[in-house]
């Protein structure tokens, strides 16, 4: 990595600190656990309920900006982290949840940040994952004969 | 407000680069409302990713875009880096540095050319282009082509930028287009006829810029200032500074502006990273394929590129997501173009720079009489210059 | 205005002045710089038909067919993209990127290229070993390092199996 002044670096450490300590106080249980891989890089496991009050703090306390949303195919599940940039620390804050591959569904984020409708659209017709609450939840990405059940990035078996 | 008629725009877009499709409602003249409609060019990239090995990456996502076709690959090298703890060698970030910047300038150029086209002004395109041509010739040079440039490997860069010869054609290069930048600069911002054209178009308040969480030089028009290169340097950023643009207008006036600044400003970036650059390998082999996750990201000409890559030990990795950027500033187009009137609606789409190139026919449906009539791009074009022509006659010169 | 108008006047004059920009390809020549990544041409000097290139290819322009005596290794251009890789990964330095760039033809069979080695038999079996050419330059490596020079000429001609079978038999017999 690349060295970084102390004064920077301490900066950056209290930041995700007082970012971790929010989070937990405003999730209560259904915060699983954080961990950072580096300095500039934190991923925090939460429950998939808890995305909404994550958002609300990451966006209107934080002030932070959604760069985007990835969604991982884990056989039985699906993995998926809302990456969170905290533009003046240079910190991006990961909030990974997870959805039962059967009846997958998440809490649509839209009202809060529009900046998530195509993210989420694009999710839910590659996928399959149905965002409870989206306002306009119709193809963006694939033609129109294609078939309503055939998710692209699906992995089969 | 009633919608007289629905115009719509597309796919073969009048003014740009690729196809997407814009339905546009309309009051007379006013735009109410637009819907945009992507996937034309919806190639399946992160699918044929998760099928191909690491080094066949960079390759294949360099293809995404022609324009940014640095970014693309450095943006997953610097992930897959951070995956498996690869430290790049200093002398490869800083040739990744100034191979960026270039690009950036020439992507600017180009998009100054679009847009003065699209104003009917196309003495302007013509010279924008003409002193892009260098920056193309020089990439010839040094990497092997004009575009595609194949220049970044996990573990850093494929190429050497050779002291004597490289190095001297780059200054040289520069500092033949620089004074032909200000003056056209200066073109652009003195002339009357192309200000009333573009100033207090477009308009994007701060407050929209956030919450739509646009990236790149229309957030920096709008009074963001966020850079990827300052708020987190990666490359040789850190080491060689960077002056970020930030214009509070957030017309296309302003995000002109910024583009042009920060092409003169790719310009110094380049002249101090070829004096600071070290001496040393350009590439490390990677040793091990550490599973984990990695984020990259890189400011493209456009904005903030994002790779997210997931590596399960094996030499194809597990997920790959990419997130260009002009998927978060495509759908800011909806609150600058509404009020706006129709000649402008062009202008209005391509100043947020949304990566493309061609025009074709366009179909225009009359919704009160039920005719569906297509024009061509030369006939709609004939629409925007009249509107200039009309300014000049109004006594704005 | 009249500054404006000025320019436009000094502008307009300035371009009359300077030639075209533009060049009237092709009846004038337009080379490409060294080191542009064009055409693709094997050297059949010096290729030992390892298949590298052929493995390492992204967009599978190349391709290595193996028919008991010969070995071909083909590209085709249309499939090529100009990459570079195989001229990296390349241990003989065999394939170069010209910089012919204009590749248009009416004939079809300008679109492949190949190159074609022999393929070396199994002095005891019969079964397929590897190119003339990989053997050649396994045996300049390992020469005088293990055996005695005229075991060894025989052992590296033969395949795995029987190298096995050979050195069992030697070893049974005290010769080694």
Known sequence: MLPLTAGSLVHVLSNIALLIENLRSVLGDRFRKHSTRNERRAYVYIRKDGIRDCV????????????????????????????????QEGLVASICLSTPKQAASLDSVTDILPAANWIEREIQELFGIKFAGHPSPGKLLTSDDWPEDEYPLRRIG | MSIDATLPIGPYHPALKEPEFFKLFLDGEKIVDVAIRLGYTHRGIEYLAERKTYNEIPILVERICGICSNVHPMCFCQAVEETWELQVPDRARYIRTIVGELERIHSHLLWAGIAAHIIGYDTLFMHFWKHREPVCELFEVLTGNRQNYAMNCIGGVRRDIDPTKHKALILETLSQIRPSLLRLKNAVTEDPVVRARIENIGVLSRDQARK???????????????????????????????????????????????????????????????????????????????????????????????????????????????????????????????????????????????????TERIALADVKTNRESSVDFESLAQRWRRKSKYSRKDGCV | MKTVKLRIIVEVLRSLASRAYTLKYPKIASPAPQGFRGKLEYDIEKCTGCAACVENCPASALKSISDGDRRTIEVWYGKCIYCGRCEEVCPERAITLTTTYSLVTGRKEDIKSSVQLEINRCLRCGKPVATARQIDKVRLQVKDLVLPEDYDAYLSSLCLDCKKAVQAELLLAGRM
């Open chain 2, 212 to 358: 739509l969480c646009v990236v790149g030089p229309v957030a920096r028009a709008s009074g963001l200032a966020i850079d990827v290169r300052k708020d987190e340097p990666y490359a040789a950023y850190r080491e060689v500074g960077v002056d970020v643009k930030v214009l509070t207008e957030g017309d296309v006036l302003s995000k002109m502006l910024v583009r042009l600044l920060e092409a003169l400003e790719s310009m110094e970036i380049v002249k101090r990273a070829l004096d600071a650059i070290p001496q040393g390998p350009i590439r490390l082999e990677p040793k091990e394929i550490v599973p984990g996750d990695g984020i990259g990201k890189v400011e493209a000409p456009r904005g903030e590129d994002i790779h997210y890559v997931r590596s399960n030990g094996t030499d194809i990795p597990e997920r790959v997501k990419i997130r260009a950027p002009s998927y978060m500033n495509v759908p800011s187009i909806a609150p600058q173009i509404k009020g706006a009137s129709l000649a402008d609606a062009s202008l209005i789409i391509a100043a947020v720079d949304p990566c493309f190139c061609c």
């Open chain 1, 56 to 87: 609300r703090v990451l966006f209107d306390q934080f002030g932070a900006r959604l760069s985007t949303i990835s969604a991982v195919d884990r056989k039985f599940k699906f993995d998926v982290l809302y990456h969170f940039t905290l533009d």
